[in-house]
T-cell receptor
Framework: RKEVEQDPGPFNVPEGATVAFNCTYS??????FFWYRQDCRKEPKLLMS???SGNEDGRFTAQLNRASQYISLLIRDSKLSDSATYLC????????????FGSGTRLSIRP | GAGVSQSPSNKVTEKGKDVELRCDPI?????LYWYRQSLGQGLEFLIY????????KSGLPSDRFSAERTGGSVSTLTIQRTQQEDSAVYLC????????????FGSGTRLTVV
C-alpha cells in the first residue's frame, strides 16, 4: 500500500460546481497534513493546511478523518482558475522529516 | 531571502557530464528538501536536510547522486555522469521551525540530458 494515495482523476466539472477529493494515508501516527496546488509546469504551492477540527478558506474546505485515515478537500462554486493538480501532503512527525506527497488529482473546470 | 531560490532554472547537458544544482532556502528555515518530477509524474523524494545533516537519503536513485548543505543554508545537489533518465525538474523546498506551516518550493531546475 502506498503511503499516500489519491485518485488521479481527471475530474472534469462545469464552472460553479462543487467538487471533492479524498486522500488516504497509511501511517496512523501522521501529524501534519496539507493540500498543495500545482499548475502545469510550475512548482507546487501551499493551498491550505488541514487541521483536526476541519478548516475553511473561502470556497475551500479541508477535513481530516483520523479514524479512517483520510483527508478531504472540497471546492465550492468552482472557477476556471481552479483547474490544476491538487496534491495531498503528509508529514509523519511534528518535526522536520521526509514529507510524503500523493501523486495528485487533476481537476479541469469547463466553462 | 524572501523565497526559495534555485539555479540554474534550466540546464542542458551532455550525457556523461556532471551537473550541480543549487538551492538557497528561505532565511531561517532549518529543513531543506530535494524532490524531482518527471513530465506528467508525481514528486519523487530524493533527500532532506535538518541543518547540515541529512537524516534521510533514501530517495537518492544511485551513487551518482549526492547532496550537501553548508552553513545550514545553501544546498547543492550533484549528479555525476548524467544519464538521459536523469532528465526531470528538480525541486527544492524549505520549512520551519515550526514544521506544521507547510513547505515553500523554489521554481525548480529543469534538467535535460542529451
Amino acid at each position: 500500500r502506498k503511503e499516500v494515495e489519491q485518485d488521479p482523476g481527471p475530474f472534469n466539472v462545469p464552472e460553479g460546481a462543487t467538487v471533492a477529493f479524498n486522500c488516504t494515508y497509511s501511517n496512523s501516527a501522521s501529524q501534519s497534513f496539507f493540500w498543495y496546488r500545482q499548475d502545469c509546469r510550475k512548482e507546487p504551492k501551499l493551498l491550505m493546511s488541514v487541521y483536526s477540527s476541519g478548516n475553511e478558506d473561502g470556497r475551500f474546505t479541508a477535513q481530516l478523518n483520523r479514524a479512517s485515515q483520510y483527508i478531504s478537500l472540497l471546492i465550492r462554486d468552482s472557477k476556471l482558475s481552479d483547474s490544476a493538480t491538487y496534491l495531498c501532503v503528509v508529514n509523519p512527525y511534528s518535526s522536520a522529516s521526509k514529507i510524503i506527497f500523493g501523486s495528485g488529482t487533476r481537476l479541469s473546470i469547463r466553462p | 531571502g524572501a523565497g526559495v531560490s534555485q539555479s540554474p532554472s534550466n540546464k542542458v547537458t551532455e550525457k556523461g557530464k556532471d551537473v550541480e544544482l543549487r538551492c538557497d532556502p528561505i532565511s531561517g528555515h532549518t529543513a531543506l528538501y530535494w524532490y524531482r518530477q518527471s513530465l506528467g509524474q508525481g514528486l519523487e523524494f530524493l533527500i532532506y536536510f535538518q541543518g547540515n545533516s541529512a537524516p534521510d537519503k533514501s530517495g537518492l536513485p544511485s551513487d551518482r547522486f549526492s547532496a550537501e548543505r553548508t552553513g545550514g543554508s545553501v544546498s547543492t545537489l550533484t549528479i555525476q555522469r548524467t544519464q538521459q533518465e536523469d532528465s526531470a525538474v528538480y525541486l527544492c523546498a524549505s520549512s520551519g521551525p515550526p514544521y506544521n506551516y507547510g513547505y515553500t518550493f523554489g521554481s525548480g531546475t529543469r534538467l535535460t540530458v542529451v
